[in-house]
T-cell receptor, first 110, second 112 residues
Framework: DVKVTQSSRYLVKRTGEKVFLECVQD?????MFWYRQDPGLGLRLIYF???????EKGDIPEGYSVSREKKERFSLILESASTNQTSMYLC?????????FGPGTRLLVL | QKEVEQNSGPLSVPEGAIASLNCTYS??????FFWYRQYSGKSPELIMSIYSNGDKEDGRFTAQLNKASQYVSLLIRDSQPSDSATYLC????????????FGKGTKLSVIP
């Protein structure tokens, strides 16, 4: 079974704070993704990584950065959180072309 | 811009009926197609994948692909209230990329 874990299910932060969202997968997979999901807008790709220290921008990278120092861990960083970054954040990894998602982190920025 | 279109719904069907969910995509070179189910507040989970034209059946679920028409569908037979969820269609372009383009989802409601 694929296991993708995310550090928090719910998170409340203040505007301007630096926020770290962690994603860990346990199967040594190379490809990992960060999405955000908002009502009416669907899933939107923020960043993805296909190997350690490698990263590629997705469709909406503005206001975010990522870090992949180890293969199993892919971190999403909000440098200075803003209210429009309130959203559900989903991490995924790939096995044989199929993306498997973590449980998600619901972030509220006040 | 690669696009995946789905009716947002809600699609309401009575318990025991067949639910039909549809998806069209713009990238003619797409090769792999996926249906995910997402319960409210949860993350998407894979139901079906389909790669070649025709039908693929798995229990009560049947995925149908028509590459010429750029159309993929999901049929749910004997719909149950537990099938009430949002169904996401996802499309993968040709070889060399693991990115998916997702539709915005169709909300299905199965009425007991």
């Amino acid at each position: 079974d694929v296991k993708v874990t995310q550090s928090s299910r719910y998170l409340v932060k203040r505007t301007g704070e630096k926020v770290f969202l962690e994603c860990v997968q346990d199967m040594d997979h190379e490809n990992m993704f960060w999405y955000r999901q908002d009502p009416g807008l669907g899933l939107r790709l923020i960043y993805f990584s296909y190997d350690v220290k490698m990263k590629e921008k997705g469709d909406i990278p503005e206001g975010y950065s990522v870090s992949r120092e180890k293969k199993e861990r892919f971190s999403l960083i909000l440098e200075s959180a803003s209210t429009n970054q309130t959203s559900m954040y989903l991490c995924a990894t790939v096995i044989e072309e199929v993306q498997y998602f973590g449980p998600g982190t619901r972030l509220l920025v006040l | 811009q690669k696009e995946v279109e789905q009716n947002s719904g809600p699609l309401s069907v009575p318990e025991g009926a067949i639910a039909s969910l549809n998806c069209t995509y713009s990238d003619r070179g797409s090769q792999s197609f996926f249906w995910y189910r997402q319960y409210s507040g949860k993350s998407p989970e894979l139901i079906m994948s389909i790669y070649s034209n025709g039908d693929k059946e798995d229990g009560r679920f049947t995925a149908q692909l028509n590459k010429a028409s750029q159309y993929v569908s999901l049929l749910i037979r004997d719909s149950q209230p537990s099938d009430s969820a949002t169904y996401l269609c996802a499309v993968k372009p040709g070889a060399g990329s693991y990115q998916l383009t997702f539709g915005k989802g169709t909300k299905l409601s199965v009425i007991p």
